[in-house]
């Protein structure tokens, strides 16, 4: 019986551990991500610089006007969104809301909230994690598609999925 009860303690345990992790990353389509700045002199032009920066990155609408796309750049399935959150780390999410799953409906930053913000379904997104909160977004656990941001020695900056 006391075996029992630790194997039982130990099985809720997991459960809970488990759910309070729970979320869905990847709602929207896979699509590939590949934004490069060549130097520092590009990134300090067309890059984030300290919160609450941030710029959208839409190669089929030409955005940001004037950066220099080039044949194996990719912005993702709704475009990119590269920001610097409250500690000055620098963020890129898939503007595609994860509840609408469109790539025509894409979340904004919010500037009085300091939040994303969907328009289309009310759901906001914690600028430092992508995590829900609030809305249908959250009421799921649809976090925001976050890529990676690596910082090249040499003053490069490579956005990649």
């Given at each position: 019986m006391k075996r029992a009860k630790y194997i039982l303690t130990f099985i809720l345990s997991i459960v809970g551990f488990v759910g309070c992790q729970y979320g869905e990353y990847d709602r929207i389509p896979s699509a590939a991500v590949r934004i490069e700045f060549g130097n520092a002199a590009m990134w300090s032009a067309y890059g984030v610089a300290a919160y609450p920066d941030h710029k959208e990155f839409i190669k089929n609408e030409n955005k940001p006007r004037g950066?220099?796309?080039v044949a194996n750049s990719?912005?993702?399935?709704?475009?990119?969104l590269l920001l610097c959150d409250p500690v000055n780390t620098v963020r890129a999410y898939d503007l595609s809301c994860p509840v609408e799953r469109s790539m025509k409906v894409r979340v904004?930053?919010?500037?009085?909230?300091?939040?994303?913000?969907?328009?289309?379904?009310?759901?906001?997104?914690?600028?430092?994690?992508?995590?829900?909160?609030?809305?249908?977004?959250?009421?799921?656990?649809?976090?925001?598609q976050a890529y990676a941001v690596y910082f090249n020695p040499m003053g490069g900056v490579l956005i990649t999925r």
């Open positions: 950066f220099t796309y990719y912005t993702g399935y709704g475009g990119v904004k930053f919010d500037d009085e909230e300091l939040v994303l913000r969907c328009n289309e379904c009310g759901s906001t997104y914690d600028i430092s994690t992508g995590s829900p909160l609030s809305g249908p977004a959250a009421d799921n656990r649809y976090f925001l």
